[in-house]
Protein backbone atom coordinates (compact mmCIF):
# COMPACT_ATOMS: atom_id res chain seq x y z
CA UNK A 1 0.00 0.00 0.00
CA UNK A 2 2.84 2.32 1.05
CA UNK A 3 4.57 1.49 -2.55
CA UNK A 4 1.47 2.06 -4.12
CA UNK A 5 0.50 5.20 -2.43
CA UNK A 6 3.89 6.79 -3.42
CA UNK A 7 4.09 6.17 -7.18
CA UNK A 8 0.28 6.89 -7.79
CA UNK A 9 0.88 9.02 -11.40
CA UNK A 10 3.72 7.28 -12.37
CA UNK A 11 1.98 5.98 -16.05
CA UNK A 12 -0.52 8.75 -15.86
CA UNK A 13 0.05 9.42 -19.69
CA UNK A 14 -0.46 5.99 -20.38
CA UNK A 15 -3.77 6.08 -18.29
CA UNK A 16 -3.12 3.92 -15.15
CA UNK A 17 -0.64 4.07 -12.26
CA UNK A 18 0.41 1.06 -11.56
CA UNK A 19 1.61 -1.88 -14.07
CA UNK A 20 1.40 -5.74 -13.40
CA UNK A 21 4.69 -6.23 -14.07
CA UNK A 22 8.12 -5.93 -12.34
CA UNK A 23 7.91 -2.17 -13.12
CA UNK A 24 5.69 -1.62 -10.42
CA UNK A 25 4.43 -5.54 -9.06
CA UNK A 26 4.06 -9.11 -10.90
CA UNK A 27 0.28 -9.64 -10.43
CA UNK A 28 -2.34 -11.72 -12.16
CA UNK A 29 -5.95 -12.18 -11.24
CA UNK A 30 -5.58 -15.90 -11.17
CA UNK A 31 -3.26 -15.27 -8.20
CA UNK A 32 -5.76 -13.78 -5.90
CA UNK A 33 -6.58 -15.30 -3.03
CA UNK A 34 -8.47 -15.38 0.10
CA UNK A 35 -5.72 -15.11 2.58
CA UNK A 36 -4.25 -12.28 0.87
CA UNK A 37 -7.57 -10.31 0.75
CA UNK A 38 -8.06 -10.77 4.22
CA UNK A 39 -4.65 -9.35 4.89
CA UNK A 40 -5.75 -5.94 2.72
CA UNK A 41 -8.38 -5.59 4.73
CA UNK A 42 -7.22 -6.31 8.26
CA UNK A 43 -4.20 -3.91 7.47
CA UNK A 44 -6.72 -1.15 6.23
CA UNK A 45 -5.46 2.16 5.35
CA UNK A 46 -2.29 1.76 7.73
CA UNK A 47 0.92 2.87 5.56
CA UNK A 48 4.67 2.62 6.89
CA UNK A 49 6.13 6.80 8.39
CA UNK A 50 8.99 7.68 8.84
CA UNK A 51 9.74 11.70 10.41
CA UNK A 52 6.14 12.67 10.24
CA UNK A 53 6.13 11.28 6.28
CA UNK A 54 5.42 8.28 4.23
CA UNK A 55 8.31 6.44 3.48
CA UNK A 56 9.39 5.55 0.01
CA UNK A 57 9.29 1.67 0.91
CA UNK A 58 10.29 -1.00 -1.83
CA UNK A 59 10.40 -4.68 -1.92
CA UNK A 60 11.75 -7.43 -4.45
CA UNK A 61 12.39 -11.17 -4.45
CA UNK A 62 14.95 -12.33 -2.39
CA UNK A 63 17.86 -10.41 -0.63
CA UNK A 64 20.44 -13.14 -0.88
CA UNK A 65 21.26 -12.45 3.01
CA UNK A 66 21.18 -8.58 2.83
CA UNK A 67 19.65 -6.14 1.65
CA UNK A 68 21.19 -2.95 0.15
CA UNK A 69 20.43 0.84 0.70
CA UNK A 70 17.98 2.03 -1.58
CA UNK A 71 19.93 4.94 -2.99
CA UNK A 72 22.94 2.47 -4.35
CA UNK A 73 20.06 0.55 -5.96
CA UNK A 74 19.87 3.41 -9.10
CA UNK A 75 23.13 4.99 -8.48
CA UNK A 76 22.79 7.54 -5.97
CA UNK A 77 24.57 7.61 -2.85
CA UNK A 78 24.69 4.68 -0.54
CA UNK A 79 23.51 6.98 2.53
CA UNK A 80 19.99 6.73 3.14
CA UNK A 81 17.54 7.23 5.78
CA UNK A 82 17.36 4.29 8.32
CA UNK A 83 14.90 2.30 7.56
CA UNK A 84 15.84 1.38 4.18
CA UNK A 85 19.57 1.53 4.37
CA UNK A 86 19.56 -2.61 4.80
CA UNK A 87 19.87 -5.15 7.01
CA UNK A 88 21.19 -8.55 7.47
CA UNK A 89 18.96 -11.08 6.55
CA UNK A 90 19.04 -14.95 7.14
CA UNK A 91 15.09 -14.94 6.22
CA UNK A 92 15.61 -15.93 2.65
CA UNK A 93 18.03 -18.78 2.89
CA UNK A 94 15.64 -21.38 1.88
CA UNK A 95 14.52 -19.29 -1.03
CA UNK A 96 15.10 -21.14 -4.71
CA UNK A 97 16.98 -17.92 -6.08
CA UNK A 98 19.41 -17.57 -2.78
CA UNK A 99 22.23 -19.00 -4.77
CA UNK A 100 22.19 -18.89 -9.05
CA UNK A 101 24.75 -19.02 -11.62
CA UNK A 102 24.42 -17.42 -14.84
CA UNK A 103 26.38 -18.04 -18.48
CA UNK A 104 26.92 -16.01 -21.49
CA UNK A 105 29.11 -16.65 -24.52
CA UNK A 106 32.11 -14.10 -25.44
CA UNK A 107 30.09 -12.85 -28.84
CA UNK A 108 26.50 -12.25 -26.25
CA UNK A 109 28.77 -9.62 -23.71
CA UNK A 110 30.16 -8.11 -26.34
CA UNK A 111 27.09 -7.89 -28.55
CA UNK A 112 25.68 -5.88 -25.45
CA UNK A 113 28.22 -3.81 -24.82
CA UNK A 114 28.03 -2.47 -29.12
CA UNK A 115 24.43 -2.23 -29.26
CA UNK A 116 24.77 -0.25 -25.73
CA UNK A 117 27.68 2.40 -27.19
CA UNK A 118 30.72 0.29 -26.05
CA UNK A 119 32.95 0.28 -29.30
CA UNK A 120 34.73 -2.53 -29.03
CA UNK A 121 35.80 -5.78 -31.46
CA UNK A 122 37.16 -8.26 -28.93
CA UNK A 123 36.76 -8.95 -25.10
CA UNK A 124 39.65 -9.61 -23.11
CA UNK A 125 38.39 -10.37 -19.56
CA UNK A 126 35.67 -9.52 -17.13
CA UNK A 127 35.99 -8.53 -13.77
CA UNK A 128 34.18 -7.19 -10.57
CA UNK A 129 33.97 -3.21 -9.89
CA UNK A 130 33.20 -1.18 -7.06
CA UNK A 131 30.66 -2.29 -4.46
CA UNK A 132 27.85 -1.08 -2.48
CA UNK A 133 27.43 -1.37 1.51
CA UNK A 134 25.45 -4.60 0.76
CA UNK A 135 28.49 -6.09 -0.86
CA UNK A 136 26.48 -5.87 -4.40
CA UNK A 137 28.25 -4.82 -7.42
CA UNK A 138 28.13 -1.24 -8.25
CA UNK A 139 29.77 -1.98 -11.34
CA UNK A 140 31.21 -4.54 -13.64
CA UNK A 141 34.42 -3.71 -15.23
CA UNK A 142 35.26 -4.91 -19.11
CA UNK A 143 38.97 -4.95 -20.65
CA UNK A 144 39.03 -4.97 -24.28
CA UNK A 145 40.81 -4.26 -27.56
CA UNK A 146 39.36 -0.59 -27.66
CA UNK A 147 40.01 0.22 -23.49
CA UNK A 148 39.16 -0.95 -20.16
CA UNK A 149 35.65 0.82 -18.63
CA UNK A 150 33.14 0.49 -16.15
CA UNK A 151 29.40 -0.38 -16.69
CA UNK A 152 26.91 -0.21 -13.96
CA UNK A 153 26.10 -3.49 -13.13
CA UNK A 154 22.04 -2.52 -13.08
CA UNK A 155 22.60 -1.71 -16.99
CA UNK A 156 24.83 -5.20 -17.17
CA UNK A 157 21.86 -7.14 -15.67
CA UNK A 158 19.15 -5.58 -17.68
CA UNK A 159 21.51 -5.84 -20.70
CA UNK A 160 21.53 -9.56 -20.64
CA UNK A 161 18.67 -10.39 -19.35
CA UNK A 162 17.01 -9.99 -15.17
CA UNK A 163 16.11 -13.06 -15.57
CA UNK A 164 18.96 -14.81 -16.07
CA UNK A 165 21.28 -12.23 -14.25
CA UNK A 166 19.07 -12.89 -11.17
CA UNK A 167 20.72 -9.70 -9.26
CA UNK A 168 24.10 -7.49 -8.98
CA UNK A 169 24.66 -8.98 -5.99
CA UNK A 170 27.52 -11.38 -8.04
CA UNK A 171 29.87 -12.91 -5.91
CA UNK A 172 32.15 -14.38 -8.54
CA UNK A 173 33.21 -14.44 -12.11
CA UNK A 174 34.67 -17.00 -13.90
CA UNK A 175 36.19 -17.66 -17.46
CA UNK A 176 35.46 -20.46 -19.26
CA UNK A 177 36.41 -21.56 -22.69
CA UNK A 178 33.97 -19.52 -25.15
CA UNK A 179 31.95 -17.10 -21.89
CA UNK A 180 31.91 -15.86 -18.34
CA UNK A 181 30.42 -17.77 -15.64
CA UNK A 182 28.45 -15.35 -12.85
CA UNK A 183 27.88 -16.86 -9.46
CA UNK A 184 25.32 -14.83 -7.20
CA UNK A 185 23.03 -14.51 -4.38
CA UNK A 186 19.11 -13.20 -4.06
CA UNK A 187 16.58 -11.96 -7.32
CA UNK A 188 15.84 -8.56 -8.21
CA UNK A 189 17.83 -5.06 -7.12
CA UNK A 190 17.88 -5.92 -3.02
CA UNK A 191 15.84 -3.14 -1.68
CA UNK A 192 13.39 -3.26 1.30
CA UNK A 193 10.97 -5.71 2.13
CA UNK A 194 12.74 -9.53 0.66
CA UNK A 195 9.39 -11.21 -0.08
CA UNK A 196 11.03 -14.60 0.04
CA UNK A 197 12.46 -13.65 3.77
CA UNK A 198 8.80 -12.39 4.48
CA UNK A 199 7.19 -15.22 3.58
CA UNK A 200 9.36 -17.40 5.90
CA UNK A 201 8.89 -15.23 8.83
CA UNK A 202 5.23 -14.98 8.77
CA UNK A 203 5.23 -19.30 8.21
CA UNK A 204 7.34 -19.01 11.52
CA UNK A 205 4.50 -16.88 13.11
CA UNK A 206 6.04 -13.30 12.88
CA UNK A 207 3.36 -10.94 12.64
CA UNK A 208 3.21 -8.19 9.87
CA UNK A 209 4.31 -5.88 12.36
CA UNK A 210 7.10 -7.63 13.45
CA UNK A 211 8.15 -8.17 9.43
CA UNK A 212 8.04 -4.54 8.53
CA UNK A 213 10.57 -3.33 11.66
CA UNK A 214 12.74 -6.02 10.34
CA UNK A 215 12.58 -4.62 7.24
CA UNK A 216 12.00 -0.99 7.84
CA UNK A 217 13.44 -0.45 11.20
CA UNK A 218 12.85 2.68 12.54
CA UNK A 219 10.02 3.35 10.48
CA UNK A 220 6.06 3.83 11.85
CA UNK A 221 2.71 2.24 10.99
CA UNK A 222 0.03 5.04 10.83
CA UNK A 223 -3.47 5.16 9.89
CA UNK A 224 -4.57 7.37 6.87
CA UNK A 225 -7.47 9.10 7.40
CA UNK A 226 -8.63 9.13 4.04
Known sequence: RTFALNNLGKFGSAGFDLSTDQRSQVYGEEGRDPRTTNAVKDTDGLVLHFKGRMLKAFFHACCGGSTTPVGAVWGDSDRAEKPVRGVKDRWCSASPHMEWKAYFAFDDILNALVRNGKMAMKLKGVGRGDEDASGRLKSIRFFT??????????HFRNWMGSADLKSTNITRITRRSRGYEF????????????QWGARAMAEKGKTYKQIL???FPGAELVKRDD
Open 213 to 215: EHY
Open 183 to 194: LGKGYGHGAGLC
Open 145 to 154: DAGTFDVRAD
